[in-house]
């Protein structure tokens, strides 16, 4: 079993940091098995062929735009409808994950399963910090994650926390 759970996006870009910092809480607050990798894809794009390639199963955080949803929403896709919501450019560096996963099916090494948590972002203005409405739906998003996770059959473990003392 072989999952990768990759954030993207631009902490530059208010609320597009939303991929990145999902990874961040979800490697601060939880122990995952070894056979779970945790990536800050930042904005890259083909460079994550290699990471992207024959998943048992891939999961995107991201900013996700679309105007069907208020800022701040969370949506999760699964297989097939991942994409098809990315033919519609949905993120600045979008393109470069379109890219990688056509090459990924072209190739042979599409992942076995595909889920996309997607953040309806408020504003992808040159600003480093989330809008309120996006950083209070961080939480969510990370559930979301999770529950993909455990879909997978892994169990998260929840971090001790350190108490001052």
Same mark, same amino acid.
């Given at each position: 079993? !072989? ?38 894809g930042g ?17 995107i ?36 994950l379109?890219?990688?996963? !056509?090459a ?14 997607g ?9 480093i ?20 996770l455990?879909?997978?059959?892994v ?11």
């Amino acid at each position: 079993m !072989s999952i990768l759970v990759l954030g993207v996006g631009n902490i530059l870009l208010t609320d597009e940091a939303i991929g990145v910092r999902v990874v961040e809480a979800l490697e601060q607050r939880y122990h995952l098995p070894a056979h779970v990798e945790v990536l800050d894809g930042g904005t890259a794009g083909m460079e994550l062929i290699e990471a992207m390639a024959n998943r048992d199963h891939l999961i995107i955080a991201d900013a996700v735009v679309s105007r069907k949803s208020e800022p701040g929403a969370v949506i999760c896709l699964r297989d097939d409808d991942v994409p098809t919501l990315f033919s519609n450019k949905i993120s600045p560096h979008q393109l470069g994950l379109s890219d990688v996963l !056509s090459a990924l099916r072209f190739t042979g090494e599409f992942p076995k399963k595909l889920t996309l948590i997607g953040v309806i972002p408020s504003s992808l203005e040159p600003h480093i910090g989330m809008t309120p409405v996006v950083a209070a739906s961080l939480d969510t998003a990370l559930q979301t994650v999770l529950a993909a996770l455990r879909e997978s059959g892994v169990e998260p473990v929840l971090r001790e926390t350190e108490h001052a003392g």
